[in-house]
């Protein structure tokens, strides 16, 4: 099992750029496949990134391409989400997620393990 935390969400500028952190707990970490999500007010939650095993394969949602990275360090048990270029309508609770095993990354449905979400938002 494992507990995530998510810090580094905030009020930002339109085109500025935030990190968001996600420490998980818990000493099979380089296991699991890690995302993110988000959601805003009215919206279902959206698939942003996610990135598996090592970090040799990362995925990114359509909105997000070229704007955001996603990373991850093993030794600290953390990922993080490195959001440049923003935009208000990137506005939204971002949440981590994690899973041993996922068949699609993009799917919320996959991902057994959430935290609490941490909220950014984009002024214009």
């Known amino acids: 099992q494992v507990q995530l935390v998510e810090s580094g969400g905030g009020l930002v500028q339109a085109g500025g750029s935030l990190r968001l952190s996600c420490a998980a707990s818990?000493?099979?970490?380089?296991?699991?496949?890690m995302g993110w999500f988000r959601q805003a007010p009215g919206k279902n939650r959206e698939f942003v990134a996610a990135?598996?095993?090592?970090?040799?394969?990362?995925y990114y949602g359509d909105s997000v391409k070229g704007r955001f990275t996603i990373s991850r360090d093993n030794a600290k048990n953390t990922v993080y989400l490195q959001m440049n270029s923003l935009k208000p309508e990137d506005t939204a609770v971002y949440y981590c997620?994690?899973?041993?095993?996922?068949?699609?990354?993009?799917?919320?449905?996959?991902?057994?393990?959430w935290g609490q979400g941490t909220q950014v938002t984009v002024s214009s």
């Open positions: 990135i598996i095993w090592r970090g040799r394969s990362t």
């Open positions: 818990g000493r099979t970490f380089s296991s699991y496949i």
């Open positions: 997620a994690a899973d041993l095993s996922i068949r699609v990354v993009s799917s919320e449905r996959e991902y057994d393990y």
